[in-house]
């Protein structure tokens, strides 16, 4: 079974912190995406990754980095945490090979900025 | 971002009542997928279509990837109470170099005692 695991389930940060959200996945998959789910808004797409040391921003950037060193672990940092990102937090990964597409999430961080 | 038109947005149901729910959209898709969401938890995929047309089934849950390719339908038969939940339908082009998925905006199952 494909398996994503997120650092934690849940996270209380203060505003101004630099917040780190680590990503493994143990599938040897190329793709590496980080989601933000917000109620009436669904899920968003802040960066992805296809390889080691790529990433590729996706609809919601602003406010977030990332980084890719290895191909099994990625992180979302937030450089200066604000209460508007008090959100979930949700990390995916899929094969890039063959006709398999398939998104597979962790278990999500929910994450408080007070 | 785009998101999909999915309906209903929330259903209340009795136990062993049939469910279904659909997605939709102004683009073509190549792939669909389907997602159930339990309360705080990631997403857990529970089926993925590849064909126009194509019907597959993962247990009591049976989906279908639309003969447009615009749409997608999604059926649970003889509900069961951990079958509540929010449902997401999500599309992909499936071009190389573009893995980005579509969400829909979610069904909401509600099993009524």
């Known amino acids: 079974d494909v398996k994503v695991t997120q650092s934690s389930r849940y996270l209380v940060k203060r505003t101004g912190e630099k917040v780190f959200l680590e990503c493994v996945q143990d599938?040897?998959?190329?793709?590496m995406f980080w989601y933000r789910q917000d109620p009436g808004l669904g899920l968003r797409l802040i960066y992805f990754?296809?390889?080691?040391?790529?990433?590729e921003k996706g609809d919601i950037p602003e406010g977030y980095s990332v980084s890719r060193e290895k191909k099994e672990r990625f992180s979302l940092i937030l450089e200066s945490a604000s209460t508007n990102q008090t959100s979930m937090y949700l990390c995916?990964?899929?094969?890039?090979?063959?006709?398999?597409?398939?998104?597979?999430f962790g278990p999500g961080t929910r994450l408080t900025v007070t | 971002g785009q998101q999909l038109n999915q309906s209903p947005q929330s259903m209340f149901i009795q136990e062993g009542e049939d469910v279904s729910m659909n997605c939709t959209s102004s683009?073509?898709?190549?792939?669909w997928l389907w997602y159930k969401q339990d309360p705080g938890e990631g997403p857990v995929l529970l089926i993925a279509l590849y064909k126009a047309g194509e019907l597959t089934s993962n247990g009591r849950l049976t989906a279908q990837f639309g003969i447009t390719r615009k749409d997608s339908f999604l059926n649970i038969s003889a509900s069961i109470p951990s079958d509540v939940g929010i449902y997401f339908c999500a599309g992909q082009v499936r071009d190389f170099g573009n893995e980005k998925l579509t969400f829909g905006t979610g069904t909401r199952l509600t099993i009524i005692p």
């Open positions: 990754s296809y390889d080691v040391k790529m990433k």
């Open positions: 599938m040897d998959h190329e793709n």
């Open positions: 683009s073509i898709f190549n792939t």
């Open positions: 995916a990964s899929s094969t890039g090979q063959g006709a398999v597409y398939e998104q597979y």
